[in-house]
């Protein structure tokens, strides 16, 4: 058993009378696959936004590899190992797919400021770049402005981009969210290949998916955690059962 | 893994906005230049506002065509830079590059404290910030006479010979030269800039500051930078306006002047640095031209070629190039793009 490398505690946001997370608690280990599940307007993503720090708590600790950050910029969250992708495409739609994860990689290499001499850097993104996307099965793609992209390679995309950054912990929200379910196999496939060692959180309402690819689901309902457990247990949960029974799924 | 050659990037995508620009176009514009200062004898001081709108414009380019940073303060920068080197150059040395290096520095400062100040803003908000900070700098001119000459100008300027060798003349060929071989080497610092990995960040804060700070970027920093580099080019653009006129007026400080420059840059065309280039020169020469047959006439010219631009050329005035350019290498038959 290794120490948790995400901690949340207490986690507490309100968007004036709504409470949107009420006192989450949470712990992800390196290789943990947790699945977040719960009805549209739950808190998943603003829960996503705390922890990356695009939305601030009211109340509550989040320790990355022991240390808070809940003060901390969000581009330091990053640079600490805390990547994510976004449940609405958020690319460089006009630069070219390449480039979209060259510019992240250049972040992550500290490349990112260098305004002269800088040729061979910029090079070995661009390389690192391609070489990620023909890992993902898309170097074809390369070049292609993003905003010519299908939409589901633009999902890929999001993933690509986050995994340039190599982080430790990774909040994917929905990757397969608008992905014709004809489709949806290549986002599977892609979340099947990622590194077994990084500790991944998964928001997704496409239950196929999360039942597969999740070893700990949590259930959210309002900002609170309803419950959590082994995907059996969840599944076969009356409670979970009555929150989604009802509940439009698109 | 990383070094399969079929892994490997191919060497510059068409993406880089011209950065297959072969050697001949590069040298197109400054090759015009020169025979311009051979041939064009009388027109030398004409040129020189030229190639220093050229300089305005690309320092616009940076902050507003590259970073999406919409400002209408522009010409709080220029103006404070010609202000700064007429100054300079009447109460401490009338070197000019010494002077130009002063104006350079303390624009840039300018750039610097108020991009800290405005930059965590956006849209309209910012827009008013640059356009009250505008305001303000011209009201100082206005009223500290005993600094700037108030309306009358800025007077009494005198510019020691460049080098210690070459006169500024009447005829203007010093001058000429001097702001051509200034924008030469802020056109080396812009195109490596906006192609660097510094510069592919600004692009990509414009086009998503969420998606930028998602991968790490110190999105406000990077603006500061982005909006400090432009603001020592615009002071340089104010400098050389001082040093080859002699005198700084109040107009440097309008909002005028912060018009003219973003007409300049579309019509030539964002995002492209020799757009700046074709929008400055033509407006330039279109408004010397045709005042002389009416005085009102070149408004509204250019205001028709602005409506034209907008309208039907997306890209601007250098995408015509860009067809010029693809249609020639057609015909050649060598099939170069970029
Ligand atoms: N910045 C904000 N200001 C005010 N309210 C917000 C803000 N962001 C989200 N909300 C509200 O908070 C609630 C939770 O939204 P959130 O996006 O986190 O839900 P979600 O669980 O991700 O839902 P979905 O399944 O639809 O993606 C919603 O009611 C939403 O309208
Ligand atoms: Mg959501």
């Known amino acids: ?250 | 893994m990383m070094n399969d050659p079929k892994n490997t990037a191919p060497a510059a995508g068409p993406q880089m906005l011209g950065g297959k620009f072969s050697l001949t176009w590069h040298l197109l514009p400054w090759v015009l230049a020169i025979i311009f200062y051979f041939t064009a004898e009388g027109y030398l001081s004409l040129g020189t506002q030229a190639i220093i709108w050229v300089l305005f414009t690309m320092s616009l380019d940076l902050a507003l065509g590259y970073a999406g940073i919409v400002t209408l303060g522009h010409a709080a920068l220029f103006g404070f830079g010609a202000y700064c080197a007429g100054i300079f150059s009447i109460h401490v040395t009338g070197d000019p590059l010494t002077g130009l290096l002063v104006a350079t520095v303390l624009t840039a400062a300018l750039g610097f404290v108020t991009g800290i100040l405005i930059l965590h803003t956006t849209g309209v908000t910012f827009l008013m910030l640059t356009l009250a900070i505008l305001s303000m700098l011209f009201e100082f001119a206005n009223s500290a006479k005993w600094l700037t000459g108030g309306d009358d100008g800025l007077q009494g300027m005198s510019i020691d010979p460049l080098l210690g060798v070459f006169e500024f003349d009447f005829f203007g060929h010093t001058a000429y030269l001097y702001s051509l071989a200034i924008l030469f080497i802020w056109f080396v610092i812009a195109w490596q800039i906006v192609h660097s990995p510094f510069g592919k960040s600004v692009d990509g804060i414009r086009q998503s500051p969420k998606r930028m700070r998602a991968i790490g970027t110190p999105v406000w920093w990077r603006l500061v930078a982005i909006y400090t580099i432009s603001s020592a080019m615009a002071g340089s653009a104010g400098g050389l306006l001082a040093h080859s006129t002699q005198f700084v007026g109040l107009s440097a400080l309008s909002l005028f002047t912060s018009g003219i420059v973003a007409v300049m840059l579309i019509l030539g065309g964002t995002k492209r640095i020799y757009g700046a280039f074709i929008g400055a020169v033509i407006y330039v020469f279109v408004q010397d031209y045709t005042a002389k047959l009416n005085p009102h006439l070149w408004e509204f010219i250019i205001g028709g070629l602005l409506i034209a631009v907008v309208l039907f050329l997306e890209g601007g005035l250098i995408s015509l190039v860009d067809k010029a350019r693809d249609g020639l290498a057609r015909l050649v038959g060598k099939g170069e793009r970029s």
């Open chain 1, 1 to 250: 058993m290794s120490d948790p490398i995400l901690s949340v505690r207490g986690l507490s946001k309100n968007f004036g009378a709504l409470a949107v997370a009420q006192s989450i608690d949470l712990d992800l280990k390196p290789g943990d696959r947790v699945g977040l599940i719960g009805p549209n307007g739950a808190g998943k993503t603003t829960f996503v936004n705390l922890l990356t720090g695009v939305v601030k708590p009211d109340e509550g600790q989040i320790l990355l590899k022991g240390q808070p950050i809940q003060s901390i910029r969000p581009e330091l969250r990053v640079r600490r190992g805390l990547a994510r992708t976004h449940q609405i495409n958020t690319l460089l739609v006009e630069s070219s797919a390449r480039d979209n994860i060259a510019v992240a990689i250049a972040e992550r290499s500290g490349y990112a400021w260098r305004m002269l001499n800088y040729k061979k850097q910029w090079r070995e993104c661009l390389d690192e770049a391609q070489s990620m996307l023909a890992d993902m099965g898309i170097a074809a793609i390369g070049d292609t402005e993003v905003r010519h992209l299908p939409y589901g390679e633009q999902r890929l995309l999001e993933i690509a981009i986050a995994m340039a950054l190599k982080p430790q912990v990774l909040l994917l929200d929905e990757p397969g969210a608008g992905v014709p379910s004809t489709e949806a196999h290549v986002i599977h496939d892609a979340l099947d290949r990622l590194p077994a060692e990084i500790a991944i959180l998964l928001i997704e309402h496409d239950m196929d998916l999360v039942f597969k690819f999740a070893k700990e689901i949590v259930v959210l309902v309002q900002g609170a955690v309803l419950t959590q457990g082994h995907p059996d247990e969840i599944a076969a949960d009356p409670e979970v059962r009555a929150v989604y029974l009802g509940r439009s799924r698109d």
